[in-house]
């Protein structure tokens, strides 16, 4: 996988400004930072509100591992949505560069999305994250998304909720949402766009994502693994593109490889006469093929790589990049 930029000023370096006589005098553009904790719903949300699947989704926590860069071209706006992954108390280097990734990204923001589950009480987690929101106030403007609201028992315990989570970043907008449905989507790109401030487009009008499109292809493989197997091996799993050639208008080939860390993780994968590994493969190549928009040859691979997350080594190797002081 590509590595991914230091911060967000570095992709607004490398996208420079694109010239359009026609945009209108007020058009606004800029960064979202797409930041909370595991599982409530954040790459959902940006998905729903980008009409396109960018951000890899299953209902495992801490699924996003590198940061998303999705692209939204209105004719009044350009937002540059970054999904990052849920802030966590780390236990691998893995999870150490996650954190990080998400802590950087609130750095350069035009826009904060604090996302949260509705459905829950507040945990020491999401007040970790609000600790970190709070320093925006008076800079950056903060929405919070109560996402999930479908899940709470009556209203009452709604508004209970609300209220719990509104004290914890005070001066921020808030709206309520089901993102899996795309319920309130419209309303948060409403309150985003108002929310940013006056300027060219960053992007050209058709482009939908910075990420590189073996980097999205690898993510899609990597879902169908956390879909489709057990608590044991998900967190453990890497995906890797090792080619992707074009081999005419309607045919791709991805030839691709799933890391694993132990040898037993191996044969999970792989299934009995190969039939997890088959119902992956079928998975995740009709989802690249409604992404390309062509037939999709896909091979793919099981590999034992012996504890990767802990190897700086093999997380440099497969994108990660460890900050060491």
Do not use: C
């Not at 890899?56 to 540059?80: E, F, H, N, W, Y």
């Amino acid at each position: 996988m590509t590595d991914q930029p230091d911060d967000l000023q570095d992709l607004l370096d490398g996208a420079g400004l694109t010239e359009d006589e026609n945009l209108p005098e007020d058009h606004r553009s800029g960064f979202v930072a797409v930041i909370g904790r595991p599982n409530v719903g954040k790459s959902t949300l940006m998905n729903a509100i980008l009409g396109e699947k960018i951000a890899i989704v299953s209902p495992k926590p801490q699924t996003t591992r590198l940061r998303q860069l999705g692209i939204l071209t209105r004719d009044d706006a350009q937002l540059i949505f970054v999904d990052t992954p849920g802030i966590h108390r780390p236990r691998t280097p893995l999870g150490e560069f996650m954190v990080s990734v998400a802590v950087d990204a609130l750095k350069d923001a035009d826009v904060v999305l604090f996302v949260v589950d509705a459905s829950e009480r507040p945990t020491p987690e999401d007040e970790q994250i609000a600790e970190l929101v709070r320093k925006a106030e008076g800079v950056t403007p903060v929405l919070m998304v109560l996402n999930k609201i479908d899940l709470v028992a009556s209203p009452e315990q709604l508004d209970a909720h609300v209220a719990l989570f509104r004290v914890m970043v005070p001066f921020a907008d808030w709206v309520t949402t089901v993102a899996k449905e795309g319920k309130g989507a419209d309303e948060v790109l409403a309150r985003m766009i108002a929310a940013l401030p006056r300027g060219p487009r960053y992007f050209p009008a058709d482009q939908l994502s910075d990420t590189a499109i073996r980097d999205i292809v690898a993510e899609m493989i990597r879902e169908k693994v956390l879909l489709n197997l057990e608590q044991e091996v998900p967190h453990g799993v890497a995906t890797e593109v090792n080619e992707f050639t074009e081999r005419n208008e309607r045919l791709t080939y991805v030839g691709a490889t799933i890391y694993v860390e132990r040898d037993s993780h191996k044969g999970i994968v792989i299934g009995k006469q190969g039939q997890m590994l088959k119902i992956i493969s079928q998975q995740a190549r009709e989802e690249i093929e409604q992404f390309l928009g062509t037939k999709v040859y896909l091979e793919l691979w099981v590999k034992v790589l012996k504890n990767w997350r802990r190897d700086d080594k093999a997380l440099r190797r497969l994108g990660y990049r460890i900050a060491r002081d």
